[in-house]
């Protein structure tokens, strides 16, 4: 009984002890040299990959001509720097495969965690370079117009004036003021005008007894 208690403790010290080991997680393997194609340096952009037990591993993209990665130290930008292959499916000794714009390189390497910058020069007999994938266009969202709710506007009701019937104002006919006759004592329009008459006679007889008498003389 007591062997069997020991066992146990044994098994169970060693496991906890090993687990921090098993659960570290894989460090990256850094890789950096030259590139050619054709027996040519290969031109800025391309593109080096990687495949551990058939899966992507990592990949740069070239910033200069016929090199890949930076080497040891710190690049001065973050796309100058080296290949790092890693993931969960690899562990170490894993052989990883190279290539060069997708068409395999004539070199592979075997894992190592937290290893490099390992210097590895790459080459191919040729590469056709890669045509970058096209982004999505993105479908244009239409724009819904909301529609203007129309305004109704109260219809003023309009108040009665009343209509004020004028009072008629009689017309005031004015009396004729009869025209003042010019102070002729007794004499009236007539008897001026008889007057008139009778002195025109007069003043005819007058006339015709002068013109007679000088006849009468002489025929005496």
């Known amino acids: 009984m007591k062997y069997k208690i020991a066992t146990i403790a044994v098994l169970f010290c060693i496991l906890v002890l090993a687990a921090p080991a098993l659960a570290q997680p894989q460090l990256p393997h850094a890789f950096y040299g030259d590139v050619t194609i054709g027996g040519q340096p290969a031109p800025v952009d391309t593109v080096v990959s990687t495949k551990v037990n058939g899966e992507e591993s990592g990949s740069v993209t070239t910033w200069e001509e016929g090199g890949y990665g930076w080497g040891p ?8 720097g080296n290949l790092l292959v890693q993931g969960d499916h690899i562990s170490s000794g894993d052989t990883i495969e190279f290539y060069i714009n997708g068409v395999k390189a004539d070199k592979t390497w075997l894992f190592e965690s937290g290893a490099g910058p390992t210097r590895l020069d790459l080459t191919v007999a040729d590469a056709p370079p890669i045509t970058p994938t096209p982004s999505p266009t993105p479908t244009a969202t ?3 117009t909301p529609t203007a709710t129309p305004t109704v506007t109260p219809t003023a009701t309009p108040t009665a004036t009343p209509t004020v019937t004028p009072t008629a104002t009689p017309t005031v006919t004015p009396t004729p003021t009869p025209t003042p006759t010019p102070d002729g004592g007794w004499l009236g329009p007539g008897a001026i005008a008889g007057i008139v008459v009778a002195a025109l006679i007069l003043v005819g007889l007058i006339i015709w007894l002068i013109v007679r008498h000088p006849l009468r003389r002489s025929r005496g």
């Open 142 to 144: 239409p724009t819904v």
């Open 73 to 80: 130290g710190s690049p001065p930008e973050e796309y100058q």
